[in-house]
């Protein structure tokens, strides 16, 4: 006389939306990055360009002696704006110091909050500062970003790639001379 049924519910299936983010790249543009090292760079740098879309914001901080915006404020990730950070990477020279903590410092500031904040760190780390560097990172990132180092070169500074990543909440991936750096960008 008893019967027993059982009913599942399954929710329709929607695809989850992507967070936007807001990809900054600090790229290392000083005399040390000459020739190999600086062309690894800008082929990752184009590739982190290319994996944007309408909803994501880029920004392009080159450093050597001093910091130098691509543009002066975090622009839309647009065809057009993509194209023209691509042309404006490829024509980045090598020359000068390495001051990173000013670049640091500019890389750090303004957020979306709705937005996950992507700092990418582009560097052959071949500074004699690195604490300074460090605690610039600890003291200033803001929630819900993360700082990733790619080192590039055949001599990466590890004590300032792997440190900075891990106080960033962010990853180290190294491409050496000749590597393919579709990999890191793949792991980015």
């Given at each position: 006389?008893?019967?027993?049924?059982?009913?599942?519910?399954?929710?329709?299936?929607?695809?989850?939306?992507?967070?936007?983010?807001?990809?900054?790249?600090?790229?290392?543009?000083?005399?040390?990055?000459?020739?190999?090292?600086?062309?690894?760079?800008?082929?990752?740098?184009?590739?982190?360009?290319?994996?944007?879309?309408?909803?994501?914001?880029?920004?392009?901080?080159?450093?050597?002696?001093?910091?130098?915006?691509?543009?002066?404020?975090?622009?839309?990730?647009?065809?057009?704006?993509?194209?023209k950070?691509?042309?404006?990477?490829?024509?980045?020279?090598?020359?000068?110091?390495?001051?990173?903590?000013?670049?640091?410092?500019?890389?750090?500031?303004?957020?979306?909050?709705?937005?996950?904040?992507?700092?990418?760190?582009?560097?052959?780390?071949?500074?004699?500062?690195?604490?300074?560097?460090?605690?610039?990172?600890?003291?200033?990132?803001?929630?819900g970003?993360?700082?990733?180092?790619?080192?590039?070169?055949?001599?990466?500074n590890?004590?300032?790639?792997?440190?900075?990543?891990?106080?960033?909440?962010?990853?180290?991936?190294?491409?050496?001379?000749?590597?393919?750096?579709?990999?890191?960008?793949?792991?980015?």
């Open positions: 006389q008893d019967a027993y049924g059982l009913v599942t519910l399954v929710p329709p299936h929607r695809r989850p939306q992507a967070l936007p983010r807001d990809l900054i790249v600090l790229l290392d543009t000083s005399g040390s990055m000459h020739g190999e090292p600086l062309m690894q760079a800008q082929r990752i740098t184009c590739a982190l360009i290319d994996g944007l879309d309408e909803h994501d914001r880029l920004e392009l901080i080159e450093f050597s002696t001093a910091p130098r915006r691509f543009h002066r404020k975090a622009q839309p990730a647009t065809e057009k704006v993509r194209k950070a691509t042309k404006w990477v490829q024509q980045l020279r090598a020359s000068g110091g390495t001051e990173m903590v000013t670049g640091i410092i500019a890389a750090l500031q303004g957020l979306r909050a709705e937005a996950q904040r992507q700092i990418v760190l582009i560097t052959d780390g071949q500074i004699g500062f690195e604490h300074e560097v460090l605690s610039k990172i600890a003291d200033h990132l803001p929630a970003s993360r700082v990733h180092t790619v080192g590039v070169g055949s001599a990466v590890r004590s300032l790639t792997q440190a900075a990543a891990r106080i960033g909440r962010g990853l180290e991936v190294i491409v050496g001379i000749g590597e393919d750096p579709e990999r890191a960008t793949a792991r980015l």
